[in-house]
């Protein structure tokens, strides 16, 4: 077994006297793609939001390739590769489609944002306008390169977050909730593009309600509720598992 990219380590969060995460445990393989579901209220996104570094843990721990990473700043996290999207899509909507990625190209070049955008370090511009397009290509949106993000039907403008987040190299992409508010087509075309920066030799780990996504796409589901880890294993295990059965009522489960 390869050392896991990500490890979450008898973690805990309270907010007061509410344990939002109680002693959470688990470990995500690299080049995987890794979900965390549960009923409303069990902790899934305070759990994304402490690992990556909007929260640092009120005990335990986060290690990311090997190396406690407990409270790191989302920046130098982004820095080192672990990068997260979010629920809602969070694009400057008044820019092009095209230079929304070249913002996001600067986590992974060595000049500032700033010489990069104002044009004053050509060769990293030119780098970053090319990685840019062929990001645009690899998401499928070339054609749209020039209309504002603005302009974009919502399954578009997820794939562009997407691509602005593939834009800063990561080794592991934090994704949450990708398909919320997507119809059936949307859907499937958001899993394929999942499925293709996991070719890429990303690893993914994703938070997301829609229960069809999840067991189509996940080599590994953990199962929180209440704060905690309730079950963990293959969708087949996860989706016949009474517990989580239980945990869902029986219906979002089945219906997968």
């Avoid at 995500?28 to 409303?40: A, D, F, M, S, W």
């Avoid at 990311?64 to 629920?87: N, P, W």
């Avoid at 590994?220 to 509720?225: A, D, E, K, R, S």
């Amino acid at each position: 077994m390869s050392q896991p990219i990500l490890e979450v380590c008898d973690l805990c969060r309270s907010f007061g006297g509410l344990k939002a995460v109680h002693n959470l445990n688990f470990a995500v393989e690299p080049q995987t793609i890794h979900g965390l579901i549960g009923p409303n209220g069990a902790g899934k996104t305070t759990t994304f939001n402490v690992i990556s570094g909007f929260y640092a843990p009120s005990s335990g721990k986060v290690v990311y390739q090997g190396r406690d990473v407990s409270g790191m700043k989302t920046s130098k996290l982004a820095e080192i590769g672990l990068i997260r999207t979010f629920q809602g899509t969070t694009l400057f909507q008044e820019f092009s489609v095209i230079d929304n990625v070249r913002i996001g190209c600067h986590n992974s070049a060595r000049s500032g944002f700033f010489s990069r955008i104002t044009g004053m370090d050509r060769a990293v511009e030119t780098a970053a306008l090319d990685k840019a397009h062929e990001l645009l290509a690899f998401f499928g949106l070339s054609e749209i390169a020039n209309e504002p993000a603005a302009s974009l039907p919502h399954g578009h403008q997820r794939a562009l977050g997407m691509a602005v987040a593939l834009a800063a190299d990561p080794k592991i992409i934090l994704l949450d909730e990708p398909f919320t508010g997507m119809n059936p087509d949307e859907t499937a075309r958001m899993m394929e593009l999942v499925r293709d920066v996991r070719r890429r030799g990303i690893t993914v780990m994703l938070v997301e309600h829609d229960m069809k996504a999840v067991m189509g796409l996940c080599d590994v589901i953990t199962v929180m509720n209440f704060g905690s880890r309730l079950v963990e294993g293959t969708p087949d295990a996860v989706r016949n598992d009474p517990k989580v059965i239980e945990a869902y009522l029986g219906r979002a489960i089945d219906a997968a």
